[in-house]
């Protein structure tokens, strides 16, 4: 099946820093989806990502759909200590069904006052 | 939030004992998913529906059963369960399918002893 490599697998930032995160896949993806996941509950969708080369803005959150349709990346401006948590990528490849979505390991965003 | 719940929250059964995962939804969407969560393993399908009585398996449905009755409820059922099902799983609902984003309910931490 597809595979999604996510990097970093982990940060550790100062409040007020940018973060940048990407997914690369082995497969092109029609869709691009960024979720985060706070401790003890579900991932929460925080950007959907529709079309190669589209760039979609979240508040302080931007995320962008590849050219090549193979990647993806979230970027956090002027983190925040609230920005804590597991951030997920997850995509479903061309051709694709109603069959679920291949997931990112995710990236541990912890960030240092 | 999308109207998913998901019951019991947290379960410690036995080893071989069933067990069956609930999940209810107020948002009449007609795809539904399971995923179980593991460390280093990320998310992880395992059945999924695309309307009443309508199922198929996902990546991981080796022990596994699930039913749809009625738009609102899909059921995860432990045949036997064992201790590699230890796992927190997570519902997910979608309206469109193969190019719609999914929610994910709260999970349900499942312990097998």
New interface residues.
């Given amino acids: 099946?597809q595979q999604l490599n996510q990097s970093p697998q982990s940060m550790f930032i100062q409040e007020g820093e940018d973060v940048s995160m990407n997914c690369t896949s082995s497969s092109i993806f029609?869709?691009w989806?960024w979720?985060k996941q706070d401790p003890?509950?579900?991932?929460?969708?925080l950007i959907?990502l529709?079309k190669a080369g589209e760039l979609t803005s979240n508040g302080r959150l931007t995320a962008q759909f590849g050219i090549t349709r193979k990647d993806s990346f979230l970027n956090i401006s002027a983190s925040i200590p609230s920005d804590v948590g597991i951030y997920?990528c997850?995509g479903?490849a061309r051709g694709?069904?109603?069959?679920?979505?291949t997931?990112?390991?995710?990236t541990h965003l912890i960030i240092q006052p | 939030d999308a109207g998913i719940t998901q019951s019991p929250r947290h379960k410690v059964t036995e080893t071989g004992t069933p067990v069956t995962l609930r999940c209810h939804q107020t948002e009449n969407h007609r795809y539904m998913y399971w995923y179980r969560q593991d460390p280093g393993h990320g998310l992880r399908l395992i059945h999924y529906s695309y309307g009443v009585k309508d199922t198929d398996k996902g990546e991981v449905s080796d022990g596994y059963s699930v039913s749809r009755s009625k738009t609102e409820d899909f059921l995860l059922t432990l045949e036997s369960a064992t201790s590699s099902q230890t796992s927190v799983y997570f519902c997910a609902i979608s309206d469109r399918g193969g190019t719609d984003t999914q929610y994910f309910g709260p999970g349900t931490r499942l312990t097998v002893l």
């Fill in positions: 099946g029609n869709t989806l979720y003890g509950e579900g991932p929460v969708l959907a529709y997920f997850a479903r694709g069904g109603a069959d679920g979505l997931f990112g390991k995710g």
